[in-house]
């Protein structure tokens, strides 16, 4: 049972363009949400989060949007840049637990 | 370095064999997790510490999984009679205190490979 799904595998957007990276999720006990980044070789590295009493959070060129009734979030780049092009993925967390559980990832891909 | 550190970062290993997979957590990082990422998924969850304590092993497969933190720092995942379905990229985080709400961060992974 897949609790967060990244329907995504991929994604190809134009350099200076919005890239949209969307996620769903079905369990309503999650009230923390992440945005990783990995490149190859990497280990994933933390990008941007959201906690369930918001529905925005914005740092620089990334913005997370949170849709708890529709139980979506969605991370916004604008402008996309060519090193933006990696994988990317959304996690959440439960209250009271210490476990992320993370979607299958979408790649990423930026170009000129 | 300043970051979580992995050993080996590639390690290959016959059908039954014994294996452990170090993690180094950053310096003061109170909590540490393993991760286990198969090809074309996310990581998935296998174990947390808070201290020299697992405080969740829940996402532990089965009884040929274990770890062991026992001086609050450097943790190692021990995997007996490997099997090939063990084939994955091992990851461990460390963070400053529990909870996801204290981003994580991530060593570069073990990818093990059980032949």
């Known amino acids: 049972d897949q609790q967060v799904k990244q329907n995504s595998p991929s994604l190809s957007v134009q350099e200076g363009r919005i890239s949209i990276l969307n996620c769903d999720y079905t369990n309503s006990m999650f009230d923390y949400f992440l945005w990783y980044k990995k490149y190859p070789a990497e280990g994933p590295t933390f990008l941007i989060s959201?906690?369930?009493?918001?529905d925005k959070n914005e740092d620089g060129r990334f913005t997370v949007f949170l849709n708890k009734s529709a139980k979506h979030l969605s991370l916004h780049i604008v402008p996309s840049q060519p090193g933006d092009s990696a994988v990317y993925f959304c996690?959440?967390?439960?209250?009271?637990?210490?476990?992320?559980?993370f979607g299958t990832g979408t790649r990423l891909q930026v170009f000129p | 370095g300043a970051g979580v550190s992995q050993t080996p970062s590639n390690k290959v290993t016959e059908k039954g064999k014994y294996v452990e997979l170090r993690c180094d957590p950053i310096?003061?990082?109170?909590?540490l997790y393993w991760y286990r990422q198969s090809l074309g998924q996310g990581p998935e969850f296998l174990i947390y510490f808070q201290g020299t304590g697992a405080a969740d092993d829940s996402g532990l497969p089965n009884d040929r999984f274990f770890a062991v933190r026992p001086e609050g720092s450097v943790s190692t995942l021990k995997i007996q009679r490997t099997e090939r379905g063990d084939s994955a990229v091992y990851l461990c985080?460390?963070?400053?205190?529990?909870?996801?709400?204290?981003?994580?961060?991530f060593g570069q992974g073990t990818r093990l490979t059980v032949v």
């Open positions: 959201i906690s369930s009493i918001k």
């Open positions: 310096s003061g990082h109170t909590a």
């Open positions: 996690a959440a967390s439960a209250r009271n637990t210490d476990k992320l559980i």
């Open positions: 985080a460390s963070s400053l205190d529990r909870g996801p709400v204290t981003e994580a961060f």
